[in-house]
């Protein structure tokens, strides 16, 4: 307990920082735990819709006062710092995020794990990825514009602007008309995995989730198919890899 604090002002300099840092986290719980209660009360579709109006109005006032507060401008809804930074920097911020995005995941299962057990920690893992995998494709299909039933070119279009497509390597087959294959060449956890001399992530059952809800969130017609993916065995050249078929 911080001794003769009774409010912010009587912080030191150290302790303001972590404060605002603090605050930051709370807004950022505050708006996930608004959609799930949205979505209990309303379900998950009806949850994005209101999202997208939510999202737009709280991001242009907060994005607003913090521009005015800390002394940057806003160009078309984008803070002008990111916009003035050279463009390779931009790219590896981005590719900062993906792997941030990644190590966050991590952080969480080890969490659960830790405090419970592995069993405990690959349920919640699994169960988050009925939630994220539609609310990632929710997301990329806004920000590229795509159409609600947006096909395999949606859908090849969508993996490239996954979060993990910026931290691994994968690589996508046409294999008819109507499928396509997705493939997992180098994936950054059961790499270092490898590395370290141990067995591959037993992941099929997060895939499962996560692969059948993006494609259908790109597209409801998409159907996946899982051609391989750990415990199951695969060949050099992919951990995991997948078959998307769009059903007329």
């Given at each position: 307990?911080?001794?003769?604090?009774?409010?912010?002002?009587?912080l030191?300099?150290?302790?303001?920082?972590?404060?605002?840092?603090?605050?930051?986290?709370?807004?950022?719980?505050?708006?996930?735990?608004?959609?799930?209660?949205?979505?209990h009360?309303?379900?998950?579709?009806?949850?994005l819709?209101?999202?997208d109006?939510?999202?737009?109005?709280?991001?242009?006032?907060?994005?607003?006062r913090?521009?005015?507060?800390?002394?940057?401008?806003?160009?078309?809804?984008?803070?002008?710092?990111l916009l003035?930074?050279?463009?390779?920097?931009?790219?590896t911020?981005?590719?900062?995020l993906?792997?941030?995005?990644?190590?966050?995941?991590?952080?969480?299962?080890?969490a659960v794990?830790?405090?419970?057990?592995m069993?405990?920690?690959?349920r919640?893992?699994?169960?988050?990825?009925?939630?994220?995998?539609?609310?990632?494709a929710?997301?990329?299909?806004?920000?590229?514009?795509l159409?609600?039933k947006?096909?395999?070119?949606?859908?090849?279009?969508?993996?490239?602007?996954?979060?993990?497509?910026?931290?691994?390597?994968?690589?996508?087959?046409?294999?008819t008309?109507?499928s396509?294959?997705?493939?997992?060449?180098?994936?950054?956890?059961?790499?270092?995995?490898?590395?370290?001399?141990?067995?591959?992530?037993?992941c099929?059952?997060?895939?499962?989730v996560?692969?059948?809800?993006?494609?259908?969130?790109?597209?409801?017609r998409?159907?996946?198919?899982?051609?391989?993916?750990?415990?199951?065995?695969?060949?050099?050249?992919?951990?995991?890899?997948?078959?998307?078929?769009?059903?007329?």
């Open positions: 307990m911080k001794e003769n604090v009774n409010r912010p002002e009587d030191n300099q150290e302790d303001l920082a972590r404060l605002a840092v603090d605050m930051f986290h709370r807004i950022a719980m505050h708006h996930a735990f608004w959609f799930k209660e949205v979505e009360q309303m379900g998950f579709e009806k949850a819709d209101i999202l109006t939510a999202y737009q109005n709280s991001y242009t006032i907060q994005m607003k913090m521009g005015k507060t800390l002394g940057f401008e806003m160009v078309s809804g984008v803070p002008k710092p003035d930074m050279p463009r390779e920097e931009l790219i911020l981005i590719d900062a993906g792997v941030n995005w990644l190590a966050n995941d991590g952080v969480w299962f080890q794990e830790f405090s419970s057990d069993y405990d920690a690959k919640c893992n699994d169960s988050c990825w009925t939630r994220f995998s539609p609310f990632e929710w997301s990329i299909k806004r920000f590229l514009g159409p609600e947006a096909g395999l070119d949606g859908l090849k279009q969508a993996l490239q602007f996954r979060m993990y497509a910026r931290i691994n390597v994968q690589s996508i087959i046409d294999e008309p109507n396509i294959i997705f493939q997992m060449n180098d994936c950054r956890v059961q790499s270092a995995r490898k590395r370290q001399g141990l067995e591959d992530y037993p099929k059952s997060a895939g499962l996560e692969y059948n809800a993006f494609g259908k969130a790109i597209d409801p998409i159907k996946t198919e899982c051609i391989g993916c750990p415990p199951d065995e695969h060949p050099e050249e992919w951990f995991c890899a997948w078959r998307f078929i769009l059903e007329e």
